[in-house]
């Protein structure tokens, strides 16, 4: 059975970056934003269920990110009745990439994991982290979000210091190197565990 790592953090903390530091070193990854890109694709599984609740979001057969985000920014509650569609169909993909699993350690890539109780299932649990105004100018700096729906987001999120003091590593994204760095330490003090167990 694989060593089921959790990687966290709020958003633009620098979790997928990190995530990748993982892959290279052996790890399987397996990233619940990749995932819910997947359900609202063509043909996806989120995309009759979210026609249903809110048809004006479905452009050329997909869930448009775009159209949900003017819907949140509208109706804060929509994201409550959007995550009740999406969550069950990501559990479920999440399930499947567990079991088939072959590599020693799994790391699953997902911003909620804390907020859904998911860390419960997860062998151990890291946490990325950067000062809140570093993260700020990282995510104004991607483009695809207002300052409001950032704000918005941020305001949905557990804390990311009480994220970093509920996890098992801590991991400082302040610059590639170093992130690195402490990416290969946390996968060698898991191996150094599975070989003693
Ligand atoms: C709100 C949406 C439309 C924004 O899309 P966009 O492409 O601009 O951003 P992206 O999906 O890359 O998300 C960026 C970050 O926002 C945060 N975030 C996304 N959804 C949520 C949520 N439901 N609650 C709190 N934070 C969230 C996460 O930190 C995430 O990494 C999109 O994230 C979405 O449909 N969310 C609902 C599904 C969900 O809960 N996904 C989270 C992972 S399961
Ligand atoms: N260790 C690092 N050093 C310097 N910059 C970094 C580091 N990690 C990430 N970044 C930068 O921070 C930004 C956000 O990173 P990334 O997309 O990995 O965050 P994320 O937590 O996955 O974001 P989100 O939750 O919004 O999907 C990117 O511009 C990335 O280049």
């Not at 694709?41 to 269920?49: I, S, T």
């Not at 350690?105 to 860390?119: A, M």
């Not at 009480?162 to 003090?189: G, M, P």
Request: with cysteine; net charge negative; charged share 25%.
């Amino acid at each position: 059975m694989s060593f089921a790592l959790g990687l966290t953090g709020s958003i633009g903390m620098g979790k997928s970056t990190t995530a990748r530091m993982f892959a290279d070193e052996g790890c399987a990854l397996w990233d619940a934003d990749a995932a819910v890109h997947r359900l609202y694709a063509p043909g996806g599984a989120a995309v009759e269920p979210m026609r249903k609740a809110f048809p004006q979001a479905i452009e050329d057969g997909a869930v448009s990110r775009d159209a949900l985000k003017r819907i949140i920014g509208k109706d804060p509650d929509a994201l409550k009745t959007i995550e009740s569609i999406v969550h069950p169909l990501v559990a479920a993909d999440r399930a499947a990439f567990r079991a088939q699993a072959r590599s020693d350690i799994v790391v699953f890539d997902i911003p909620l994991l804390f907020e859904t109780g998911g860390d419960a299932a997860m062998d151990a649990m890291a946490c990325v982290t950067v000062p809140p105004e570093v993260q700020k100018q990282r995510v104004m700096e991607r483009g695809t979000m207002t300052e409001a729906q950032f704000e918005q987001i941020c305001a949905k999120q557990m804390p990311n210091d009480e994220k970093c003091a509920r996890s098992d590593f801590v991991i400082v994204t302040d610059t590639l190197d170093h992130a690195r760095r402490q990416v290969q330490d946390v996968v060698r003090q898991i191996r150094a565990g599975q070989n003693h167990a």
